[in-house]
């Protein structure tokens, strides 16, 4: 399986300073392209992660954005994980927290960060074609009229726990707030000024793996779907381990145990052999292996391939 570290290629870490107000740390995220940037001290230790949904946050509370500063919407604490952490581990992390960024570390320093979006892009070709489509994932989001400010956007996407509103006909996102907050004025600033110039629209029918593929192809974390809802590549990362989960292959080896306790379970192949082992059995899917370790007991089997 793959792991963080094969993801981070080109590791990058936007800066900013703890006591930097929110409009340059604004500025920095959007430069940065991951949607977040750290706060170092003199030592190069963290001191706090600043993401978008921050900075959507302060906007929605009507904060002043010159004046707040990252350490009073920073996570002073973000979530750290070693580069050799499979990716699967860590999108199970992402979802246990509710957050979208992982620090990568090598030998406790550190690497970079990876947005969720980079992690769910490289596991694309583990995705089951035929398995999920849009429908499972997508969800409703809010519809302003046209005089909606950005703030007004703001306010709605945390008050739904969505990343994004329709603004007449037109897609306003975390991304638009951001941009706003960074350049603008998202108190005064008309949401359809900061609206998303390219939208790509598909079918509740579209199959999870295509729309990964297509959101990839089109370096985008958002698809419309229709009747108002969108896939954002969160949540699709939030149920990846799910699906990945049941199509892990699992290639076991049988030490004296009874082969005949595994007759009648579903996704199991016993192939008996004369030996140290009674037999290989090849498991497809976490729940599988569940099922042959409790008629076997786990001190009988041995995992010779775990794939992906």
């Not at 959007?30 to 001290?41: F, P, Q, S, T, Y």
Request: charged share 30%; aromatic share 4%.
């Amino acid at each position: 399986m793959l792991t963080l570290e094969d993801v981070l290629k080109n590791p990058v870490i936007p800066r900013v300073e703890a006591t930097d107000s929110l409009k340059k740390a604004a500025k920095v995220i959007c430069e940065g392209g991951i949607g977040a940037a750290l706060a170092l001290d003199d030592q190069e230790r963290i001191n706090y992660l600043i993401t978008k949904t921050d900075v959507v946050r302060a906007v929605a509370k009507g904060e002043d954005l010159e004046i707040t500063t990252v350490e009073e919407y920073g996570t002073p604490s973000p979530l750290k994980l070693s580069g050799d952490k499979d990716l699967i581990s860590a999108l199970r992390l992402l979802k246990e927290y509710r957050i979208s960024h992982v620090l990568v570390t090598h030998d406790n320093k550190l690497k970079g960060i990876l947005y969720i979006r980079d992690i769910v892009f490289a596991l694309t070709e583990f995705i089951p074609s035929g398995k999920l489509n849009l429908g499972n994932v997508s969800k409703r989001i809010p519809r302003l009229d046209e005089r909606a400010t950005i703030a007004d956007v703001a306010t709605e996407i945390v008050n739904m726990d969505t990343e994004a509103a329709f603004v007449g006909s037109k897609l306003v996102t975390d991304e638009s707030v951001l941009r706003s907050a960074a350049y603008g004025d998202p108190y005064s600033d008309l949401a359809l000024n900061y609206a998303a110039q390219r939208v790509i629209t598909t079918d509740p029918l579209t199959d999870l793996e295509c729309a990964v593929r297509l959101m990839r192809t089109n370096n985008t974390d958002k698809l419309v779907v229709w009747k108002g809802k969108i896939a954002s590549i969160k949540d699709i990362g939030y149920i990846l381990p799910d699906i990945v989960k049941e199509l892990t292959r699992y290639v076991l080896l049988l030490k004296g145990g009874d082969v005949d306790r595994l007759e009648g379970l579903q996704n199991v192949k016993v192939i008996k052999t004369i030996g140290k082992y009674n037999a290989i059995v090849i498991v497809e899917g976490e729940d599988a292996l569940k099922n042959v370790s409790r008629r076997i007991g786990d001190k009988e089997l041995v995992v010779l391939v775990e794939l992906p």
